[in-house]
């Protein structure tokens, strides 16, 4: 069974740094593009970026440009979303995905291309 296991959420005042991990098992994430999209509390899921197994590139939304990384590391088959000067309308549920259709990423993402989601991990930012 395919499961994504999302952490490293947490409580962080504005300004901070939080950095959420997506782990795998059963399968090999380098394998596809992974999403990381968020839910805010009475607001649709969005997107926030998408990395692409073929080169590394990533694309993400443009009000976390310049703040938020994501990045890979293959070895140990994780993949990861570096947020810095975190704002408090960050605060949302944040979610790991898997799109199995494609290696690389498209924007903004279709949600329904991902097959496999993580069980969520909270990010709050107070100001």
């Known amino acids: 069974q395919v499961q994504l296991v999302e952490s490293g959420g947490g409580l962080v005042q504005a300004g901070g740094t939080l950095r959420l991990s997506c782990a795998a098992s059963?399968?090999?994430?380098?394998?596809?593009?992974i999403g990381w999209f968020r839910q805010a509390p009475g607001k649709e899921r969005e997107g926030v970026s998408c990395?692409?197994?073929?080169?590394?590139?990533?694309l993400q939304r443009d009000s976390v440009q310049g703040r938020f990384t994501t990045s890979r590391d293959n070895a140990k088959n994780t993949v990861y979303l570096q947020m810095n000067s975190l704002k408090p309308e960050d605060t949302a549920v944040y979610y790991c995905?898997?799109?199995?259709?494609?290696?690389?990423?498209?924007?903004?993402?279709?949600?329904?291309?991902?097959?496999?989601w993580g069980q969520g991990t909270q990010v709050t930012v107070s100001s």
């Open positions: 995905a898997a799109n199995l259709l494609r290696s690389r990423c498209t924007w903004p993402p279709v949600q329904h291309e991902y097959d496999y």
């Open positions: 059963t399968f090999t994430l380098r394998d596809y593009a």
């Open positions: 990395i692409s197994s073929s080169d590394g590139s990533s």
